[in-house]
């Protein structure tokens, strides 16, 4: 399943069951940001961890993934801090 939800520390997660849950706050973000958030949590989908397969694989799903990481780390307490 996907939800878009209102979580208070991530933007998006991956259950055990494969179910996709993201922060409606990654509509605020730069598409390419937005698009590493899903490739990463659809890379869960495969590697429930953060291994070196996984973050290859994340890497193949988002060309931009060390750009978007790194606004997420410049950016992402001011976007944390929107209300609904």
Do not use: Q
Request: proline share 4%; glycine share 4%; aromatic share 10%.
């Amino acid at each position: 399943s996907l939800r878009v939800i209102d979580p208070k520390t991530r933007w998006g997660s991956c259950s055990s069951k494969g179910d996709l849950m993201f922060s409606w706050r990654l509509v605020l973000m730069p598409p390419v940001v937005l698009d590493y958030v899903v490739a990463h949590e659809v890379a869960h989908r495969v590697h429930m961890n953060h291994s070196k397969k996984f973050w290859a694989l994340c890497a193949e799903l988002s060309e931009n993934a060390a750009y978007a990481r790194d606004w997420l780390k410049k950016n992402g307490t001011e976007i944390a801090a929107w209300k609904c």
